[in-house]
Structures are given as structure tokens and as C-alpha cells.
């Protein structure tokens, strides 16, 4: 971390050229697809990406999760095991305002895109990481791209999904118990976790099922067994990364990337408990929308531990608002006050512009100008702060 101001960077996925939206959805939708083309476009989307990010000031991007249907489900090449199918239900806060849910329906039913909720696949055999070669493909294309754009891989990262939230998507029909399940899947992911951080890259553990899943799968349970729960994933987390660099690790948690009233979050003071018991290097928090906005005060009485940094969310990746370089500035600064120190934070989106191909609700040109206005803001925060 730099002495001299606050660096930026985002959560994930960015969004995907509609030829390769398209391929995404076909895909997912179980239609024969030839994987060359798949291929051939995804590598072109990263080849495009990194300089714009770049040239949007990003100091630490990523491939834009360009190759993958989702951040989760493009799991299902990459792991034995899956078949029969999964169903997710309503979140609690879509269920709780039907005019909204038949809104949210009309809006989302017509669109080109990589589903969340059907086509969904089980584990119905033992699970197993198979998918060394593509993951040493995807580190070496966007490799390539860093390269061409003059970046070392060191300051970029790349994603993969918690054992947690591949649990909640894909669904337990082998194990004799969800500990079993969840105990298979951190030895499983923890092979591709170790290949990012071989290829010489930063690590970012998606999580968003320790904040997401109380009003998911969890929500006519008490808090007290959803809190269980997370410890269950967390430790499941720790195992999978025990041998890998802590500094090189950050873990992002959310509340769904979904314009939703959300008034059926967990607090965040409720989770951060747990969550800080990952053994990580950081965290990639959301505070940017209007309903966590004012959570980061919680760090004043549970604070980061002494080598932790924190990627704040400063930009909401739901609404196409584009944020005035003031409005960044000043959500950093606050920031910065509840964690005690500037020179441990960076600037960041609530979570990915795209998720699942297609699903992202933010124009493609306002996704840019979106993270322009971040790169600004940090810079003022940094000439406010660190001077």
C-alpha cells in the first residue's frame, strides 16, 4: 500500500460484450454452444477491458470475470460431482412487497442473460477440483492482457466463490451432512484458490453468502443458526487458504448485488464478529447504498486487525447514478475516520456490475464513467488525508 494516497480498484465482474452475453445465456440455459467461440470472445472481452480500467484509473484490476457465466456458476466445468438440479427461493425482502416482486419480474424475464435461479445444478457424487487447466488458461489470457498493457500481475487479482455460497447455489444431494459438503468443496476450491495466487495474483474470496443468505436460505431461522452457519464457511474458508500468503487474500461479502428494499438485511454488527475471523489479508465491504451506508462505524469498536486493509464500497453497482467525485470523496474520509488509518484503505464498488452475464442493471458507458468518478474521489480523499 502506497504512503501517498488511497489506491482503487472494484469487485468483479464488469460488463460483458452482448455477443458474449449471449453465449453466457445459452450456455447456462443448457443449449449446445461450441466452447471455441465461448473461447475466442472472452478472450478478446479481456484483452479490451484491462486498458480501460486502467484508463479509468483502476489501480488494481482484474479480467473482468469476462469468461465466466457467473461468479459462481461457472464452477460447474470446474468440479465433478454436479447433476439433478437446485431450486432457490425468493430473498425475504422480495417477498415482502408483492408489487415490487411482480415489478422485478417483468423487468428481469425478457432480458438476455445467465440465470441465478433456474437451470441450477446439485451435487449429487463425490465433489473434485478438475479444473486446473482452465483455470491455468484464464491466469495466462488475462496475464497476457496485464502484460500488453504494461501491468505486473502482482498489482491485479482475480475472484473465486466461497465454499459457502457454491453450497447455497448448488445444493447438498450426497453428502449425509452439510459440514460433509461444505468440508469436500474447501478442499476442492482450495486448488484453484492456490493457482491465482501462483500465477502471482491477488486472491478475492467472494462470500456474499455470510451477509446474503440470512434473508436467502436461512430466513425462518433464528439469527443464532445462521450465525452458526457462517462460522461453519468460515472455517471452511481457513482451512482452503491455511498454506496460501494472508497479504495476498482479501474476501468480499454482500447482501445481494440486487435493487431490492433490502430492509430485511442482517445488520452488519450482527455478522462482522464472525466474518473477522477469516485469516485474511483484507475485506471488500459494501458502503455505498442507502441501506449500509452507515455501517462502517462499526470498525470503531471491532476494528480491523493491525495488518488488514479494507476495500470500501464507495460506488453502488445497482443504479445508474453516476457518484460526483465529492460524494466519493467524502464517503472515504468518513471511512477513514472509523478505521483509524487512510493508509489501509482503498476504493472499491458494492459489488460486481455484472454478476451473471446479462443481469447487471447499469449501463455499459455508465459503468465507466461510474468508475471514473471513483479514481477521481480517491484522489481528493488522498489529498484531504494523506496530503
Known sequence: MPEDRILTTHTGSLPRPRALTRLHARRSRGEAVDPAEVAAAAKQAVE????????????????????????????????????????RGLFADVKAYPEFEEELRAATGSRESASVTANLPAVVAPIAYVGQAAMEAECAEFRA??????????????AAPSPGIVAAVVQNQHYESDEAYLSALSAALREEYAAIIRAGYILQLDCPDLALERHGAWQDRSLADFLAFSERVVAAINDAIADLPRERIRLHVCWGNYEAPHDHDVPFEEIWPVIRQAKVGGFVLPFANPRHA?????FRTMPLAEDQVLVAGVIDTTTNFVEHHEVVAERLERIAASIGDPRRLMAGTDCGFDTSAGRGR??????????????????????????
Open 48 to 87: 479490451a477491458i484491462v486498458p480501460k480500467q486502467l484508463a479509468a484509473g483502476i489501480d488494481i484490476p482484474n479480467n473482468g470475470e469476462q469468461g465466466r457465466e457467473s461468479f459462481v456458476l461457472y464452477l460447474r466445468d470446474r468440479l465433478t460431482g454436479l447433476g439433478g438440479s437446485s431450486r
Open 294 to 298: 452507515h455501517e462502517h462505524k462499526v
Open 145 to 158: 492482457a496485464l502484460e500488453a498493457a504494461g501491468k505486473p500481475a502482482a498489482e491485479a487479482f482475480l
Open 362 to 387: 447499469v449501463a455499459a458507458d455508465v459503468v465507466w464513467a461510474k468508475l471514473r468518478s471513483m479514481a477521481q474521489g480517491a484522489r481528493l480523499a488522498s489529498d484531504r488525508l494523506l496530503g
